[in-house]
């Protein structure tokens, strides 16, 4: 899914200092900032699914259904233009916002893109709960985009810098987990507000976006800036203060000299894209490029998104389409949690290609189910059992895109790209997630009804795609420093035509 970038820092240096509560603390309240990701992710599929909010902004799709009913193709029940461009429309914004929130958090710091992040977020989340008409819920989903395009750029460098460095990757991939915990909470509120007589069921779930936001919003103003932001702005004796305060020891000169160094160091750098184009960088602009590409052509937001509309085109009730898309939920958080803890201890590659496999399986299983019971007419039912094992098969698709492609599409590019050409690397990977996020959420609907069941069958090709890429293409990076991974690469049967020997020499220290 789309998920928040992972900021990872070069070097295995150990540094004095441990695990404080002021450190875990601020962590968890800057974490809030995947929830409000997250929370739109699992929101608006389930939203879409309403009676009542298809009937106040989208009667065309009520009319299709009356007037088709009885012999209706469940593969275009919900292929609507204006329907997708509500889903679709967040993503454009983040991908835009996405840009200069970078710029924000470079130049102003961390604190305030949060801060505005959580602010823009939380006041489209009330146009959304009030809105009217559908054009008034679109400023809302663009409002809810930027929000999330300066919360996933702001976030994750906030924890990263921080997390000491033995937990920070946990902490990172802690960001994707609060994504998924998000979707949870999403899929639950959305079961509740169904419930609700009077029709304002869906205002409830889309406004009670602004909870988490809020939370961001008011953490931010209370959070300490990082150090690593106060060093970038001249202030040494304050930034050493609060280093030493969030590592509980005040033996913290080692760590904070190589602070200085690296933002020094940092300054130099003058030409990221220029840097990433060169030669002895393809395999990095590879990586930054296709690991984002593949994430979403895996198809795993035609679940996050659409997981009620899905459920109720294959004919599962309101109640049980909505449940349905709760119980994916739980599984997403779950298989999550298998991954923070078995990265380090079985490697990269394992993950991916254990998880390509296994998506690949659960997809052909699905495909042949729809295709055996709706055919190309869209006409069919699921008996009960036979939902059972569609939504079993979905569960095991959604748990191994979670252990593997989900976090690991982040923290592969993240962790291979040296300082000189970080900042275009980190942008390149944002950018491509965003851009095919936007890309898949508009045009599922219309590809459900027009390739049907044939569908599954598209994804399932680029699972395969992108599993023989890892298996031949993409080396472990398992507790390998950044500056290290020239040599990695240099070592790689088919990256190694484009490490220069000199490069193994000067590794990390070139800057352009």
Known sequence: MAGGGVVVHGGSQSYKGGVTTFVVFACIVAATGGLIF???????????????F???????????????????NAYCKFDNYLLTLFTSSLYLAALVASFFASAVTRVFGRKPAMFFGGLVFLIGSILNAVAQNIALLIVGRLLLGVGVGFGNQSVPVYLSEMAPTKIRGALNMGFQMAITIGILVANLVNYGTNKISGGWGWRLSLGLAGVPAILMTVGAIFLPETPNSVIERGNLDKAKTMLQKIRGTDEVDEEFQDLIDASETAKKVKHPWRNIIQRKYRPELVMCCLIPFFQQLTGINVIMF???????????????????????????????????????????????????????????????????KFGTSGQGSFSDSEADLLLFFICAYVAAFAWSWGPLGWLVPSEICP??????GQAINVSVNMLFTFFIAEIFLTLLCHMKFGLFFFFAFFVVIMTIFVAFFVPETKNVPIEEMNGVWRAHWFWKRYIPDEALNNTGSHVA
Do not use: W
């Not at 997250?38 to 009542?52: K, P």
């Not at 298809?54 to 209706?72: A, D, M, Q, T, V």
């Not at 949690?337 to 296994?358: A, C, M, N």
């Open 306 to 372: 659409y997981a009620p509309v899905l459920f109720k085109t294959l004919g599962f009730g309101d109640n049980s389409s909505l449940m349905s898309a709760v119980i994916t939920g739980i599984v997403n958080v779950l298989a999550t949690l298998v991954s923070i803890f078995t990265v380090d201890k079985f490697g990269r590659r394992i993950l991916f290609l254990e998880g390509g496999v296994q998506m690949l399986l659960c997809q052909i299983a699905v495909a042949v189910m729809i295709g055996a």
């Open 38 to 52: 997250g929370y739109d992710l699992g929101i608006s599929g389930g939203v879409t699914s309403m009676e009542d």
């Open 54 to 72: 298809l009937h106040k902004f989208f009667p065309s799709i009520e009319r299709k259904k009356e007037r088709e009913s009885g012999h209706e």
């Open 419 to 424: 300082l000189e050409i970080r900042p275009a």
